[in-house]
């Protein structure tokens, strides 16, 4: 006889090579898929109803001490739990006082999470000031990485004009487009939209419906959909999203970045910028955290350890941290050139942790990368 502990990323598959039934291995896997939930400033008579409901099925409630005293309006608790566990609690306490039907609600967002298939986005910046040299091209140069990618395997090619550095130049919309038009062209003379999908990276108006005239699909919007004319074409063109969250601007956003709750704050954005989405008619949306944009690095790693809450949503999650200054923070004296390996620890994290589509400058390496942990993730 042998014993030892199992880590398996398919709960559902891993049973079935078991031999169990389908349906009983369904069952088996929401046992065993262990959540922890934080709920914040949750009313105090909720907090112990909700404790003795998940106790009476096997779940649990960490609550502060003095709780069931009633010492205070509010608290903050902790629920751990099955996918099973949640669903069971999720109906029950729609029928209970102190705001618990809106946490069922929220509770029935954390079950049965499916993990999409991870996409490459590649970058190619046309502007001359981008963070990273490396990802600089124009005219038949940018045509030349544009193939290369997609041989490399890229799925996305992200493209902008404009650096959203820290402390970056403001662009004129003119001389934006005046730099991707002529890559745009390129792209739609050689319909290279059939081989690849193309991102436009952009919050101008007329850049992207440019691009989307040219074939691109996906706007790549830092502000998050703060322009209602972005939301205007995106329905127009029927294109896709990226709600990225950013404190601040470009020019402002790493000036003493400050929040309560990182991720609550994150959460909330998204809540309502999906609504605007929804508002116009929007139905493909991608969510980044945007790691780098108005945080700090506490914040960033905070963000990157708990991306798997954002998948709440039911919508892809993008990262993109490719080769970014939270590196160097972490390991000093990393030039940008030397930031490959940084990036890849944090890409490869975040797919464990939920991320389908990696937004970086090394297509390749990303390739091969990922291909191996899929290979080791379903063995």
Excluded: W
């Amino acid at each position: 006889m042998k014993i030892y502990r199992v880590n398996p990323s398919n709960l559902e598959d891993f049973y079935t090579s078991l031999g169990t039934e389908v349906a009983g291995a369904k069952i088996l896997a929401s046992k065993s898929k262990i959540n922890t939930i934080m709920i914040k400033a949750l009313h105090t008579g909720a907090a112990n109803i909700l404790k003795q409901d998940a106790l009476s099925i096997g779940a649990d409630l960490a609550v502060p001490r003095g709780t069931i005293l009633n010492e205070t309006p509010t608290v903050d608790v902790v629920l751990i739990a099955s996918d099973k566990h949640l669903k069971v609690l999720a109906k029950k306490e729609l029928s209970q006082p102190f705001g618990l039907k809106k946490v069922a609600h929220e509770l029935e967002s954390f079950i049965n999470q499916k993990q999409p298939k991870t996409k490459i986005m590649g970058i190619l910046n046309a502007n001359d000031d981008s963070f990273f040299e490396g990802s600089r091209f124009l005219g038949d140069d940018a045509i030349a990485k544009i193939e290369e990618m997609i041989e490399n395997g890229a799925d996305i090619i992200d493209i902008g004009a404009v650096s959203t550095r820290p402390n970056s130049a403001i662009v004129e919309a003119d001389e934006e487009l005046s730099r991707i038009k002529p890559i745009c062209d390129a792209i739609k003379g050689k319909k290279l939209y059939e081989k690849v999908i193309f991102s436009v990276d952009s919050f101008t108006p007329s850049v992207i419906e440019y691009a989307l005239q040219s074939g691109f699909t996906i706007i790549n919007d830092i502000t998050g959909l703060e322009n209602d004319e972005v939301c205007l074409l995106a329905k127009k063109y029927d294109a896709s999203v990226v709600i990225m969250h950013m404190q601040g601007t470009p020019q402002t956003m790493q000036k003493n970045p400050t929040y309560e709750d990182v991720i609550a704050e994150v959460d909330e954005f998204f809540n309502q910028r999906i609504e605007k989405a929804k508002s116009f008619g929007i139905k493909d949306i991608i969510l980044d955290v945007g790691i780098g944009f108005g945080k700090t690095l506490e914040h960033n790693l905070l963000l990157l350890q708990n991306l798997e809450h954002f998948r709440r949503f039911g919508y892809e999650v993008l990262l993109g941290a490719s080769r970014k200054s939270l590196i160097e923070m972490i390991v000093p004296n990393t030039p940008t050139s030397e930031r490959l390996s940084g990036t890849l620890a944090i890409h490869l994290d975040g797919i464990k942790k939920g991320a389908s589509i990696i937004r970086c400058h090394d297509v390749k390496e990303h390739f091969a990368a990922i291909k191996v942990q899929e290979a080791i993730n379903n063995i």
